[in-house]
């Protein structure tokens, strides 16, 4: 058993967290904290701000993922759409309703008869811009217009799409800075996080190894194992019960995480101990967490159902 520095931006705010709750609790009953008031006063210095930005940060990662979802829906419609009107229009041309060089009003070459490459967000902005254009010439040429879709329709949702796209990338660029922001406080967190846990051991230096971890737990101070213990179990969609894969399963306070296979499944090792806060994440889904103890070797079952947003 070690002490275990923690290396995740939610194990660094934990640690001060409780550290400062700690301290505050027993001044509360006029007991003498573990670590000095000269160190408690450097925390009400520097953690209401590492608080406060760490908020922002997962804020901003809120706001990302739900406008990605958007984008993706966005995508996908006016993908379909995409599709649809460029087999229509093929059809259109085996039935005579148009003669085949049409195909380059759109950019396509004359003995095309298969849909363009489509899986790129690039593919979709380039061929919603050709219906646009083609169908501009289509008209003008004196050929009537498509339908089932039109080209208004594939435009419109093209442009949703666009705007959904400008959107989730600013609230990328909105993420990255806040993240940057406490990325630059991280050192002095991490710094502060070891002067609280060197005092408080000492306090607690002569007493049995049980009891002087049992007493630094209380300020936060984390001890991790040797011998692993092991977090497993399946993860299912709520609605449908079917098996999950690439669902993130992370402990928070030691950043060890793994993602959910084929079959749903996730075996998770991690040396931390104590009190653990497990997440399960996955785009599309509402983010879970739960709280499991963690004690040497253990071997712990977390089955999980993620409810779709």
């Known amino acids: 058993m070690f002490r275990d520095i923690p290396k995740s931006v939610t194990g660094i705010h934990k640690a001060l967290r409780e550290a400062k709750v700690k301290y505050e609790e ?8 573990a670590y000095t008031a000269d160190t408690y006063a450097r925390v009400l210095a520097f953690y209401p701000n590492f608080d406060t930005q760490i908020i922002e940060m997962d804020t901003a990662k809120g706001q990302q993922l739900n406008a990605s979802l958007i984008e993706d829906e966005k995508m996908v419609r006016v993908r379909m759409l995409i599709s649809h009107y460029i087999q229509v229009l093929f059809f259109a041309i085996e039935r005579g309703v148009y003669p085949n060089h049409v195909k380059a009003y759109y950019g396509m070459d004359g003995n095309q008869t298969e849909l363009p490459a489509l899986g790129m967000e690039s593919d979709i902005i380039t061929w919603g811009d050709n219906i646009k254009n083609g169908e501009a010439t289509l008209i003008a040429n004196s050929h009537p217009p498509m339908v089932n879709p039109s080209a208004a329709e594939v435009e419109a949702d093209l442009v949703e799409f666009k705007t959904a796209r400008g959107t989730q990338s600013a609230k990328i660029e ?16 991490r710094e502060l ?8 051991e000492f306090t607690y230096r002569k007493e049995d190894f049980p009891s002087k971890r049992a007493n630094c737990r209380l300020y936060g101070v984390v001890y991790s194992s040797r011998t692993k213990s092991v977090i497993s179990g399946t993860v299912t969609d709520a609605s449908s019960g079917a098996n999950l894969e690439g669902v993130n399963v992370e402990v928070l306070e030691s950043g060890e995480s793994e993602l959910t296979l084929e079959d749903g499944t996730y075996s998770l090792s991690t040396g931390y101990t104590g009190e ?3 997440e399960f994440s996955l ?3 509402v983010t879970q967490t739960f709280t499991v103890e963690l ?6 079952t977390q089955d999980v159902s993620l409810v779709a947003e």
């Open 193 to 200: 996080v070891i002067d609280i846990w060197d005092e408080v």
């Open 26 to 33: 027993v001044i509360a009953i006029s007991g003498t904290p």
């Open 283 to 285: 785009a599309g889904y």
């Open 276 to 278: 653990a806060t497990l």
């Open 174 to 189: 909105a993420f990255d800075t806040e993240s940057e922001d406490v990325a630059a406080l991280l050192p002095e967190a």
């Open 295 to 300: 004690t040497e070797g253990a071997e712990i």
